[in-house]
């Protein structure tokens, strides 16, 4: 990788940390429209290409991406979308890549390795730079269609937020949120990497590593969402370029406060598209969505986040 022109349909996909060089491994991805719900989707269906062959590995230093991003004809981020997960993001994400003009970045992995890399080794400033240039690179104009790039961010990623607005200081955030006790329920059903304590580093939440390793399952996901709702309260208090989007609004109407706030041109094609992809699960776009109700007690453990959510609604509702 050591020309733009080299650069042409690749990107970096996977961060590998050396004693003597952080290095990263590419994928041909070529002209590929990114519509899969995750990114780590992506990813599986470009490995079967014939330039990402079992017996090719491209790698390079990870120091090389500011250069090479500076000569690649990138688009800025329209949006990031933030969420407190299960809550309506992956269904959203779907939908804005049915407009063929979106790029849409699901829950990239790199992103995510480098931003936890820089946390981890106390380098974070320091690994900006290369985030930057690895959003640059995910965002090539790789056909003359693309004129939006929408990053939906791993829900932990809000505890980012200070780094990610420094780098993008006028591009509109959306928080997307729900009912705690709904969230909580959906991770009951199939808990993600968040709701496993120190599967995620636990500083990352400002949590202690050795409190939570005994902690329940569900009491530990409560005080991750508690965690997300206090960071989106204090964010949406002192920066008025971000908005919140709530689950229960439904996902027309997310999609139209999006539409609004970033300027997005939707035709009435593809706007009858989205209303049709609404109808459906967002993770299995074959599958009818359909979601059961409980009616429980609130838990304990659970009463800060109810308050959170209270007065984001309040916000919410009086800047409708």
Not at 14 to 27: F, G, H, M, P, Q
């Amino acid at each position: 990788m050591d020309s733009g022109k080299e650069l042409d349909g690749w990107i970096p996909i996977k961060l590998y940390n050396d004693d003597n060089e952080k290095s990263c491994r590419w994928l041909y991805v070529g002209n590929k429209h990114f519509n899969e719900p995750f990114f780590d989707e992506t990813i599986s269906a470009c490995r079967q290409l014939p330039q990402n062959g079992h017996l090719k590995r491209s790698m390079s230093s990870i120091d090389v991406l500011p250069a090479l991003a500076e000569t690649n004809d990138s688009i800025e981020p329209t949006a990031f979308i933030f969420h407190v997960s299960r809550c309506g993001s992956t269904l959203l994400s779907q939908m804005l890549s049915l407009q063929k003009s979106n790029i849409v970045l699901s829950e990239v992995p790199f992103f995510d390795d480098l931003l936890r890399y820089g946390k981890k080794n106390n380098c974070l400033p320091q690994t900006l730079p290369i985030v930057k240039a690895a959003i640059d690179l995910y965002s090539t104009k790789r056909n003359a269609e693309y004129k939006n790039v929408f990053i939906k961010t791993d829900s932990w990623h809000i505890h980012f937020y200070n780094e990610l607005r420094d780098l993008y200081p006028t591009t509109p955030f959306f928080f997307l949120y729900r009912k705690p006790d709904e969230v909580i329920q959906s991770q009951q059903k199939k808990r993600g990497m968040q709701a496993i304590p120190n599967l995620i580093e636990a500083n990352i939440f400002g949590f202690n590593a050795t409190e939570i390793s005994t902690k329940p399952l569900d009491e530990y996901m409560g005080m991750v969402v508690e965690s997300y709702l206090e960071q989106f309260y204090t964010i949406l208090q002192k920066d008025k370029n971000c908005f919140v989007l709530n689950y229960h609004s439904g996902a027309m109407d997310m999609i139209n406060t999006i539409a609004e706030k970033t300027a997005l041109q939707i035709n009435e094609g593809d706007y009858s598209f989205m209303e049709q992809r609404a109808g459906y699960h967002a993770k299995f776009p074959e599958q009818l969505f359909s979601e059961e109700k409980r009616i429980e007690a609130i838990p304990s453990y659970l009463k800060n986040s109810f308050e959170l959510y209270e007065m984001i609604e309040e916000m919410r509702l009086k800047s409708v």
